[in-house]
């Protein structure tokens, strides 16, 4: 770090034998630093700095040990604990993990969207409001998170994804499925809370490339997204307290089956007339097509 200072006092002319001395380290060093000011290894951190700056604006949940995991899974070889110093170096913490609050819980991140839904949980036509929001359940091996998309007109569930880690990855994989079943063709709105997942450049991005709107709710007010919280209550009695499930892969079987067969097409809603969300989307959409 004194080697600039070297290199500044010798241009106004102080020798820098002397300067060295004052300092306390041989001229040598200094001459082999100006050579080569950065080292091989100042280098290869600032290749990882940038590669676990992209990861944690990806995933702002992540740890440094899952950081770490994620480079040393695209190739890089390098230890945990060079991780950790490089995290703590540039202060990229988990927003789980965070300290500084006596609650003990993660402080709740800033809106990138405006709430464009203010609970008027109502929609006139397919694909024009989507919810989402996360929800998680344990098993013998550990806990289990879906994400799931609910169209506000139909209360059908048109996309999800079911993954061992609530990551940013889990969000992009539901938002991708709903747009690839329904290719919407107009304004969609996607609702959901401030949670990390929903804010990260990867869901904001493919949120972006389909052509969807951002919404999101208030701070702690459940109610914002209160229509999907209905959605998970459902699945919460109906799947995850109906027993102890062993595996994760036992629970995900049930979760799917639960919304493809018997949700989406076989249980009827007193708010859609009796209909299931597949017949009343196809009560609207069969007479529009012959109007059309």
């Known amino acids: 770090m004194m080697f600039p200072l070297v290199a500044d006092l010798a241009a106004d002319g102080v020798p820098i034998r002397l300067t060295c001395g004052v300092l306390g380290f041989s001229p040598q060093a200094f001459y082999k630093w100006r050579s080569k000011p950065c080292s091989d290894r100042d280098l290869d951190d600032a290749y990882v700095t940038n590669a676990l700056v992209d990861l944690n604006g990806e995933d702002p949940e992540f740890g440094y040990r899952l950081l770490f995991d994620e480079l040393e899974t695209a190739g890089h070889q390098l230890s945990e604990r060079r991780v950790w110093r490089l995290c703590r170096d ?36 397919p694909d024009t409001v989507w919810l989402t929001d996360i ?23 048109v996309g999800y994804s079911i993954d061992e880690r609530m990551t940013a990855q889990l969000a992009v994989t539901a938002l991708r499925s709903a747009v690839a079943r329904r290719a919407p063709t107009g304004t969609v709105v996607v609702h959901s809370d401030r949670g990390s997942q929903f804010r990260s450049r990867a869901f904001r ?15 702690a007010s459940a109610g914002d997204n209160a229509a999907m919280e ?63």
């Not at 789980?96 to 709740?108: A, H, L, V, Y």
Request: charged share 25%; net charge positive; hydrophobic share 35%.
């Open 90 to 125: 540039q202060r990229l913490w988990s927003t789980t993990t965070r300290k500084g609050r006596r609650n003990g819980k993660g402080r709740p991140g800033p809106a990138v969207h405006d709430d464009l839904v203010k609970r008027q949980f109502r929609a006139d036509a």
């Open 135 to 157: 929800t998680e359940h344990p098993t013998s091996e550990g806990k289990l998170y879906v994400c799931a998309i609910k169209d506000v007109f139909s209360n059908r569930i």
């Open 205 to 219: 991005s493919v949120l972006g490339a389909a052509g969807l709107t951002g919404s999101m709710g208030r701070v």
């Open 230 to 292: 209905s959605f998970f209550s459902l699945l919460q009695k109906n799947v995850l307290d109906q027993q102890r499930w062993a595996t994760r892969s036992e629970l995900r079987y049930a979760i799917v089956t639960w919304i493809e067969h018997t949700y989406n097409h076989r249980r009827r809603q007193r708010g859609l007339g009796r209909l299931t969300p597949v017949e009343f989307e196809l009560a609207f959409t069969q007479p529009a097509a012959h109007a059309a």
